[in-house]
């Protein structure tokens, strides 16, 4: 009688198609996550936004008046909305740095990326790929007199309809 003996085993080429397939995936994967946690970060944006566009809008009713001015900025409930505060508001993530800005014609509320849970601006090349900033296409997050709107990288400002950002 004679046996038989089968060996079961894996080549070297088998072995480098599966290596080959997981990596790709894992590249669609990662670029997936990338864009989703991005995204989940701008709401984070909108919902601060939103928030203090309704603290406003209180204010404004209780006080009877139409517009937001630069001497209400310095009220204790909006000091730190000033962009010259040394305390500032960021969003509920720390991803944005919310502000007020006042003109005659209204007020503009904005979300600005930031180095993760820093104060630090995206502005110097060091800081562009760092935290939000790496977010070029909604750098600036705003709504200016009930308008939302946004503000990429290159400073290109569009409007809810056209942005991906609201």
């Not at 996550?33 to 989940?40: A, D, G, I």
């Not at 070029?136 to 809810?160: F, L, M, P």
Request: charged share 20%.
């Amino acid at each position: 009688m004679i046996l038989h003996h089968k060996f079961w085993g894996v080549t070297l080429m088998e072995l480098l198609v599966v290596v080959a397939i997981v990596g790709i995936l894992a590249t669609l994967g990662y670029s997936s996550y990338s864009r989703l946690k991005t995204e989940s970060r701008r709401d984070d944006a909108r919902s601060a936004l939103i928030s203090t566009e309704a603290i406003v809008e209180r204010y404004l009713a209780e006080n009877n008046k139409d517009n937001l001015t630069s001497s209400d900025l310095d009220l204790t409930q909006f000091e730190n909305y000033k962009s010259s505060s040394s305390t500032p508001i960021l969003s509920d993530g720390n991803y944005y740095r919310i502000t007020i800005d006042t003109s005659s014609s209204g007020y503009t509320i904005s979300a600005t990326a930031t180095v993760d849970d820093t104060l630090t601006s995206c502005s110097s090349s060091a800081n562009a790929t760092k935290g939000q900033c790496s977010d070029t296409a909604c750098r600036v997050i705003y709504i200016e007199n009930g308008e939302h709107k946004s503000r990429n990288s290159a400073g290109t400002v569009a409007n809810a309809a056209t942005t991906t950002c609201w």
